[in-house]
C-alpha cells in the first residue's frame, strides 16, 4: 500500500480538525469551495494553506485516500467525523520531517492567481524560444484565448524580444538560485521550449523517483514564490505578468454585499430583510468578515469582555466546539457570538 504525499494532507487535515468537521469539510477545503463554512473552516482550523490545493479533488479520491489511512489504522470513525490515531499522529509527525510542506504554499494566498501565472508564464517562454530559433511553427502549449490575447499584447509592449527573453531568463535563473534544485528542476522541466516539450507531474515524479503529490504540492511552491517574490518588489517580469489580477482575500460575493450594508450602519435583522435572506446567512457573512477584513469590527456583536470571556473557556476546554464552550460558559451567548471571538482568537494566534 503506498501512502502518497496527498494521504498525508488529508490526515493532516482530519488532524487540526479535530473530530469537529465531517470528512466532507476536507473535500470542500481541498477543492477551494467559495462557501462561508469552508472558509471559515480554513481560518479557524489553521488549513488555510490547504485551501484550493487540489481543485480536481473528486469524491471517489476522497474515499479511496481514507479507506487507505483507516486500513493502516492511522484514522479512525469516530460518529459522523474521523480522528488520527496515536500511530497515524506519529506518522504524520515522521513524514513532515522527511518531506516538509514546501515553504511558500499557501491556496488561499496564491494558488488561484498561480493557475494564472502558470498558463502566461508558460505560453510566454514558448513563444520567445521559438522567436529566438528563428520558428514560427508551432502549437500554443495554453489553448485558453483569453492567455493567447494577454500574451500577444504584452509582447506588443515588449519590441525587443530577444531583450524581454534575456531579461526573463536572468530573472528566473535568480528566483530559482533561492530554492532547492529539486524545486528548481521541477519548475524548468515543466517548461515547453523550442528544444523540448514540458513534462507532467507523473513523468517527472518517475524520472525523479519521487511521490508524484509531492512533485505537484513543489511545483505550485515555485509559482507561489514567484507571486511572494513580486509582491515584495523582487521579481519586476512577474509583477508585470500578474499586475491585472485581482488579489482579493477569499470573500464570498455575497458577503461583499452584507459588508456594504453593515458599513451603512444596517442591523443584522435589516440587512436579511434587505436581502431577503436568512438571518443565519447574514451571520455567516459576519464571522466571514470577522476572518478576512482586519478592519471589521465585531464590538457590536460581542464586546471585548464577552471575548475575553469565551477565549479563556475555548483554551480551558482545548476545543472550537461550540456546544461545549456555550455550556462551561458562565453567561448566556449565543452560538453566533461565540464564533465571532474564535474568528479573533485565530487572529491572535497568527
Known amino acids: 500500500m503506498t501512502i502518497h504525499y496527498l494521504d498525508v494532507m488529508l490526515m493532516?487535515?482530519?488532524?487540526?480538525l479535530n473530530g469537529e468537521r465531517s470528512i466532507s469539510a476536507v473535500y470542500h477545503l481541498f477543492k477551494g469551495k467559495k462557501s462561508s463554512q469552508t472558509i471559515q473552516d480554513a481560518s479557524l482550523f489553521d488549513l488555510s494553506s490547504y485551501f484550493g490545493c487540489y481543485p480536481g479533488f473528486?469524491?471517489?479520491?476522497?474515499?479511496?485516500?481514507?479507506?487507505?489511512?483507516?486500513?493502516?489504522?492511522?484514522?479512525?470513525?469516530?460518529?459522523?467525523?474521523?480522528?488520527?490515531?496515536?500511530a497515524g499522529k506519529q506518522r504524520l509527525m515522521e513524514h513532515f520531517s522527511k518531506k516538509p510542506m514546501p515553504?511558500?504554499?499557501h491556496g488561499a494566498h496564491y494558488q488561484d492567481k498561480a493557475k494564472m501565472l502558470w498558463m502566461r508564464l508558460s505560453l510566454l517562454v514558448q513563444v520567445l524560444s521559438h522567436h529566438i530559433a528563428g520558428s514560427s511553427q508551432y502549437v500554443?502549449?495554453?489553448?485558453?484565448?483569453?492567455?493567447?490575447?494577454?500574451?500577444?499584447?504584452?509582447?506588443?509592449?515588449?519590441?525587443?524580444?530577444?531583450?524581454?527573453?534575456?531579461?526573463?531568463?536572468?530573472?528566473l535563473e535568480r528566483l530559482l538560485t533561492c530554492l532547492s534544485d529539486q524545486e528548481a528542476l521541477i519548475f524548468v522541466y515543466s517548461l515547453t521550449s523550442y528544444e523540448r516539450i514540458g513534462r507532467t507531474y507523473k513523468?517527472?515524479?518517475?524520472?525523479?523517483?519521487?511521490?508524484?503529490?509531492?512533485?505537484?504540492?513543489?511545483?505550485?511552491?515555485?509559482?507561489?514564490?514567484?507571486?511572494?517574490?513580486?509582491?515584495?518588489?523582487?521579481?519586476?517580469?512577474m509583477k508585470l505578468m500578474i499586475d491585472d489580477l485581482e488579489f482579493k482575500r477569499?470573500?464570498?460575493?455575497?458577503?461583499?454585499?452584507?459588508?456594504?450594508l453593515v458599513q451603512k450602519g444596517f442591523s443584522i435583522e435589516q440587512i436579511a430583510h434587505i436581502r431577503s435572506l436568512k438571518k443565519a446567512t447574514i451571520e455567516d457573512h459576519i464571522v466571514e468578515l470577522s476572518l478576512h477584513e482586519p478592519s471589521f469590527s465585531i464590538e457590536p456583536y460581542v464586546n471585548i469582555d464577552e471575548q475575553q470571556a469565551i477565549?479563556?473557556?475555548?483554551?480551558?476546554?482545548?476545543?472550537?466546539?461550540?456546544?461545549?464552550i456555550k455550556?462551561?460558559?458562565?453567561?448566556?451567548?449565543?452560538?453566533?457570538?461565540?464564533?465571532?471571538?474564535?474568528?479573533?482568537?485565530?487572529?491572535?494566534?497568527?
Open 250 to 260: 477569499v470573500l464570498t460575493t455575497s458577503t461583499h454585499k452584507t459588508l456594504e
Open 203 to 237: 513523468q517527472l515524479a518517475e524520472w525523479m523517483k519521487e511521490d508524484v503529490w509531492y512533485v505537484y504540492l513543489i511545483f505550485w511552491n515555485v509559482l507561489h514564490y514567484f507571486i511572494h517574490s513580486a509582491q515584495k518588489g523582487e521579481a519586476p517580469i
Open 103 to 105: 515553504a511558500y504554499f
Open 140 to 171: 500554443p502549449i495554453q489553448r485558453d484565448i483569453s492567455v493567447q490575447s494577454w500574451t500577444k499584447s504584452f509582447l506588443k509592449q515588449h519590441h525587443h524580444k530577444k531583450k524581454l527573453s534575456e531579461d526573463l531568463h536572468q530573472e
Open 327 to 350: 455550556e462551561k460558559l458562565e453567561q448566556p451567548f449565543t452560538y453566533f457570538q461565540i464564533r465571532l471571538a474564535l474568528t479573533r482568537m485565530v487572529k491572535a494566534n497568527g
Open 311 to 324: 477565549h479563556d473557556v475555548a483554551k480551558q476546554l482545548q476545543t472550537n466546539k461550540m456546544k461545549l
Open 58 to 86: 473528486t469524491r471517489d479520491q476522497l474515499t479511496r485516500s481514507v479507506k487507505k489511512l483507516e486500513d493502516a489504522q492511522w484514522i479512525k470513525k469516530t460518529s459522523d467525523s474521523y480522528s488520527v490515531t496515536n
Open 12 to 16: 493532516d487535515s482530519v488532524h487540526k
